[in-house]
């Protein structure tokens, strides 16, 4: 158990002390240890031995103030710089320009139109029955000459004188006295004989 313990303090102090104290410790029992045996001369290893002792020296010095030294912070890379989107400036628009000339339309004259007047469609005149047209003096057969019908005379004096007839001759009809009265011819009649004093006679119906 003691030895143990002398084991795990020397382990300790080994680690504390540093190689380079060990050694110079081992150097100085060695260079005493000479000495004794030489007194009188300095051989060429102690002088080496001396050199090695002052260079572990200083390596131990050196691995203690490393030991003590402030570490420098952990270098922190900057995160990867992202670039932003390259902006394509859309083309310039060119406005299109439209010239409108004005076109001269010259206004129409105004141009009556010429209402043409309907042209009067006369009628035409009919042809007038022979058989009752104006009838003067005379003989006339009915039907042939003459229209059956109303007849007027148009005489003024008193000596007026008509007679309607059958086929064998007798008489009708007849009347001697004033002019302008009427006359019936019926369509059984022959023959009318009309006188210069009644004047002319105008078929009424």
């Known amino acids: 158990m003691k030895l143990t313990k002398i084991l795990l303090i020397v382990a300790g102090f080994i680690l504390l002390a540093g190689p380079g104290y060990i ?11 000479d000495r004794s045996a030489y007194a009188t001369s300095v051989p060429p290893w102690q002088t080496r031995a001396a050199e090695l002792s002052t260079q572990l020296n200083q390596s131990s010095i050196d691995l203690a103030d490393s030991r003590t030294k402030t570490v420098y912070p952990t270098y922190t890379p900057y995160p990867t710089q992202t670039f932003l989107p390259t902006f394509t400036i859309p083309p310039t628009q060119t406005a299109r320009v439209v010239i409108v000339t004005p076109t001269y339309t010259a206004t129409p004259l105004f141009t009556p ?14 042809t007038p ?28 004096g008193n000596d007026c004188y008509w007679e309607i007839d059958t ?6 009809n007849n009347h001697f006295g004033l002019a302008g009265g009427t006359m019936y011819i ?15 006679w105008a078929f009424l119906q």
């Open 167 to 172: 086929l064998t001759g007798d008489i009708i």
């Open 129 to 156: 029955d022979p058989l009752k047209t104006i009838k003067g003096p005379g003989y006339y057969l009915v039907g042939k000459d003459i229209a059956s019908g109303v007849w007027r005379s148009n005489g003024t």
């Open 186 to 200: 019926p369509p059984t009649a022959f023959q009318v004989r009309m006188e210069a004093g009644c004047g002319n």
């Open 113 to 126: 139109t010429n209402t043409l007047t309907p042209t009067q469609t006369i009628p035409p005149t009919p």
């Open 23 to 33: 050694l110079a410790i081992l150097a100085s029992s060695q260079m005493t240890s």
